[in-house]
T-cell receptor, first 113, second 110 residues
Framework: IAGITQAPTSQILAAGRRMTLRCTQD?????MYWYRQDLGLGLRLIHY???????GKGEVPDGYSVSRANTDDFPLTLASAVPSQTSVYFC????????????FGNGTRLTVT | SQQGEEDPQALSIQEGENATMNCSYK?????LQWYRQNSGRGLVHLIL?????REKHSGRLRVTLDTSKKSSSLLITASRAADTASYFC??????????FGKGTKLTVNP
């Protein structure tokens, strides 16, 4: 079934540790996105990529980095995790940038202790 | 940053009733989208309405858009227990990326 796969499903991480959240799509979509979802704050855009080889900062990029080496993969890295990064992280993709409908993965629930 | 704001934050109705959720936004948009999120899952796209459209239907869903008031509504008719979920509007500000509201949590009681 075509879609977005995120891994891991959940993770408990000690503060200061490095962590990479994986995201893979098989729809050949050009644009990919990382959002975090926090209670009372809705979804906030962390980073995005309009096409392979390019990335951009969203609303809350600090403490996170991304890369887009190819069309299918868009990993999100926390270089040194802090408790405020405890959240549910969603990867999404769309066939083009801008206002196209997004396809979401089922999220990674991350707890930083 | 500007974003859509859904109203109400929570809504509880009986099965068979209609559910109406509203969304307000601040700046001009290309289109407005509605998404549904079941507990523990990712968001699922429901419907997109362009800025030059006033109403759109998809099955039991009816979406309206009033660009003069910068508002949209999502109506779910003849609701079912399976409609229980959170519903989000997302706006596409001109020259920018999709921005989500905080959502309306809908509970449909059997």
């Amino acid at each position: 079934i075509a879609g977005i796969t995120q891994a891991p499903t959940s993770q408990i991480l000690a503060a200061g540790r490095r962590m990479t959240l994986r995201c893979t799509q098989d729809m050949r979509h050009n644009a990919m996105y990382w959002y975090r979802q926090d209670l009372g704050l809705g979804l906030r855009l962390i980073h995005y990529s309009n096409t392979a080889g390019t990335t951009g900062k969203g609303e809350v990029p600090d403490g996170y980095s991304v890369s887009r080496a190819n069309t299918d993969d868009f990993p999100l890295t926390l270089a040194s995790a802090v408790p405020s990064q405890t959240s549910v992280y969603f990867c999404a993709s769309s066939d083009r940038q801008g206002g196209s409908p997004l396809h979401f993965g089922n999220g990674t629930r991350l707890t930083v202790t | 940053s500007q974003q859509g704001e859904e109203d109400p934050q929570a809504l509880s109705i009986q099965e068979g009733e209609n559910a109406t959720m509203n969304c307000s936004y601040k700046t001009s948009i290309n289109n407005l989208q509605w998404y549904r999120q079941n507990s523990g899952r990712g968001l699922v796209h429901l419907i997109l309405i362009r800025s030059n459209e006033r109403e759109k239907h998809s099955g039991r869903l009816r979406v309206t858009l009033d660009t003069s008031k910068k508002s949209s509504s999502l109506l779910i008719t003849a609701s079912r227990a399976a409609d229980t979920a959170s519903y989000f509007c997302a706006t596409d500000p001109l020259m920018s990326r999709l921005v989500f509201g905080k959502g309306t949590k809908l509970t449909v009681n059997p």
